[in-house]
């Protein structure tokens, strides 16, 4: 017998149905809240996406990642630090890193 899985998000709540008659382990469902950063910038330029959890710190900050603009806009998803985990800021610093000076 087939299985039939469903699924519905509605907000912060997820609902996953699973058909009772299947023999099969039923999947699962898991959703986690993730802080976007919106990066915005010249294309081609490429920037380090940082975040830390303690200002008074000024060592504190983490690089996340490098984003090289394909197009003006960008959102970076911080995978790292669900939202419920704490505050946590971010900042994006221009690198002078580039394919260019990488040759």
């Known amino acids: 017998m087939k299985a039939i899985c469903s699924w519905l998000l509605f907000g912060n709540l997820a609902f996953l149905t699973v058909n009772p008659g299947s023999a099969q382990t039923p999947p699962s469902l898991s959703l986690q809240l993730f802080a976007g950063v919106n990066v915005t910038g010249a294309v081609g330029s490429v920037y380090v996406v940082q975040s830390t959890s303690n200002l008074t710190q000024s060592n ?12 003006a806009n960008y959102l970076f998803v911080d995978t790292t630090s669900p939202t419920y985990t704490g505050s946590h800021l971010y900042e994006i610093v221009f690198s002078a890193f580039s394919e260019k000076s990488a040759g």
């Open 60 to 71: 504190s900050w983490t690089s996340l990642g490098f984003v090289q603009l394909a197009a």
